[in-house]
């Protein structure tokens, strides 16, 4: 890991500092001395071909569906109805802001770019041009405790997740346990509420993910297995816990008031009582398998829960010797509550750390096993090959595709107005070629469309970050070193 640090450093020396006004002209991405190997773009254009769309209810408290979060909506579809990069002449634009991943991503009502970049030091929020990619403003939340142990590689406390609400403000966790309202404003973004969630988190317990319910309450889950709701009027905190369960990626809710959380053991259904207090629903263990797996933060699914329709979640297990992708039913009934689940991968080669998303009547899911950090996909290696689609249909499950396209950690996106699923891959190569591409596969079939490649370098691995759609269709893909941006010309 410490020659990883060394190449990452190296990489970002040559990026000058970045102001926060006025705005600071986007710096592409450095290349190295081997960025010149591989083939530019392979495949060819799409013709759109529509999908039918779900039309997900918008909770009222958050920003339009498909601007909001990480996972684009309330349900976590990670689908967009916009039409998406068909590959039409493709015009790719990068932009450094030093040793810095902008994992989650928003867009506010000006359609400009609200992101939370994590580095090896602490978080800033920063507030980005879609087009030029320059920085309009950017304001620290939080630092590191460089005197932990903890990998700045793997460390989701107080940093990967956030979301953007309907009047332009982001609801961003910090490491001091504490819960930052910014308001993003015409020309930056400005600190204006503290919520104060340390009482709740005791130790190193640390909160990783925040969501509204239906009715404006600030809930949020911890590391070590808490789930708390915050009153956003008079602050007042309340949790739930499950002891002996983690919790490693964010959460999902619905119109009906539930939050959906997925431990290390559980798939949870949560609501708030009339006292504001968070309370289980129901709950369902899964098979969480012997071991975590290469690829994986815990022993447990590695999906935030996708809520499908009105009456289904979906998640994965970590089964052996496959994972499952498995459905659910929302209404709680204990006796009939997984409708249905179908293995995907290869036998003792299957994991993700990377939430399903929604293609119609069923879900994309990638195939993460054997990244064990970003050592795992430089010097020409790679990880385990595999996306597939599962499909749902009178209470049955089957696995409709699988492509052999190999993409480490990206969380996969659909654009419903294209068909096409986006992911990021990295194909394994020889030791002067760690190039990594931004791919286009035929939701329906799973065949690879196109590919067009960002660079080659361990500065173009998204480490676990999203691929996002922004409201007039580009593509967006954070790597460690900045932000890549794809558009039809």
């Known amino acids: 890991m410490k020659r990883v640090l060394v190449c990452l450093v190296a990489a970002a020396a040559a990026v000058p500092a970045l102001a926060a006004a006025p705005e600071a002209a986007a710096v592409p991405i450095p290349p190295l001395p081997t960025d010149v190997l591989s083939q530019a773009f392979t495949g060819h254009a799409a013709r759109a071909r529509p999908m039918r769309v779900l039309r997900n209810p918008q909770n009222p408290h958050l920003a339009p569906n498909g601007t909001n979060s990480m996972h684009n909506d309330a349900y976590g579809t990670n689908a967009y109805a916009v039409t998406g990069p068909l590959g039409r002449s493709l015009q790719v634009r990068s932009a450094s802001y030093g040793v810095s991943e902008c994992a989650t991503i928003a867009f506010d009502s000006r359609g400009r770019i609200v992101g939370l970049c994590g580095g090896l030091d602490g978080f800033t929020m920063r507030l980005i041009d879609p087009t030029t990619l320059s920085q309009i403003a950017s304001l620290r939340t939080s630092n590191r405790d460089l005197t932990s142990v903890s990998n700045p590689f793997t460390d989701l406390c107080g940093g990967t997740y956030f979301y953007l609400d309907n009047h332009d403000r982001a609801y961003v966790l910090t490491t001091k346990k504490q819960i930052w309202r910014i308001k993003v404003t015409a020309t930056g973004l400005?600190?204006?509420?503290?919520?104060?969630?340390?009482?709740?988190?005791?130790?190193?317990?640390?909160?990783?993910?925040?969501?509204?319910?239906?009715?404006?309450?600030?809930?949020?889950?911890?590391?070590?297995?808490?789930?708390?709701?915050?009153?956003?009027?008079?602050?007042?905190?309340?949790?739930?816990?499950?002891?002996?369960?983690?919790?490693?990626n964010s959460i999902s809710g619905d119109e009906t008031g539930a939050i959906y959380?997925?431990?290390?053991?559980?798939?949870?259904?949560?609501?708030?009582?009339?006292?504001?207090?968070?309370?289980?629903?129901?709950?369902?263990?899964?098979?969480?398998?012997?071991?975590?797996?290469?690829?994986?933060?815990?022993?447990?699914?590695?999906?935030?829960?996708?809520?499908?329709?009105?009456?289904?979640?979906?998640?994965?297990?970590?089964?052996?010797?496959?994972?499952?992708?498995?459905?659910?039913?929302?209404?709680?009934?204990?006796?009939?509550?997984?409708?249905?689940?179908?293995?995907?991968?290869?036998?003792?080669?299957?994991?993700?750390?990377?939430?399903?998303?929604?293609?119609?009547?069923?879900?994309?899911?990638?195939?993460?096993?054997?990244?064990?950090?970003?050592?795992?996909?430089?010097?020409?290696?790679?990880?385990?090959?595999?996306?597939?689609?599962?499909?749902?249909?009178?209470?049955?499950?089957?696995?409709?595709?699988?492509?052999?396209?190999?993409?480490?950690?990206?969380?996969?996106?659909?654009?419903?107005?294209a068909g096409l699923v986006y992911v990021y891959a990295k194909p394994a190569s020889n030791p002067l070629d760690d190039s990594w591409y931004f791919t286009a596969l035929d939701v329906r079939t799973g065949r690879t469309v196109w590919q067009q490649r960002t660079g080659n370098g361990i500065q173009w691995n998204n480490h676990y970050a999203s691929v996002y759609l922004g409201p007039d269709g580009a593509a967006y893909i954070a790597t460690l070193a900045g932000l890549v941006r794809l558009a039809d010309g």
């Open 261 to 417: 959380v997925v431990t290390d053991h559980r798939l949870y259904s949560v609501a708030a009582d009339r006292r504001g207090a968070p309370y289980v629903r129901w709950s369902q263990r899964y098979d969480r398998g012997s071991t975590q797996k290469p690829g994986q933060l815990s022993q447990g699914s590695g999906t935030t829960p996708t809520l499908i329709g009105k009456h289904l979640v979906a998640i994965t297990d970590n089964a052996d010797p496959r994972m499952h992708v498995q459905f659910y039913r929302r209404d709680g009934h204990r006796r009939h509550r997984l409708v249905c689940q179908a293995a995907v991968f290869g036998k003792g080669a299957s994991d993700t750390e990377n939430t399903l998303a929604e293609a119609g009547h069923g879900v994309v899911v990638e195939n993460n096993y054997g990244y064990t950090g970003v050592q795992a996909t430089m010097l020409g290696k790679s990880t385990t090959p595999g996306v597939a689609r599962v499909v749902v249909r009178r209470g049955h499950c089957r696995v409709a595709w699988t492509s052999k396209v190999t993409a480490p950690t990206s969380v996969p996106k659909i654009s419903l107005g």
């Open 190 to 248: 400005k600190h204006t509420a503290t919520y104060d969630i340390a009482s709740a988190l005791p130790g190193k317990d640390c909160a990783i993910a925040t969501m509204p319910d239906w009715k404006g309450r600030i809930f949020f889950a911890s590391q070590q297995g808490r789930v708390g709701a915050v009153d956003p009027q008079t602050h007042r905190v309340r949790t739930i816990r499950f002891r002996g369960q983690g919790i490693y």
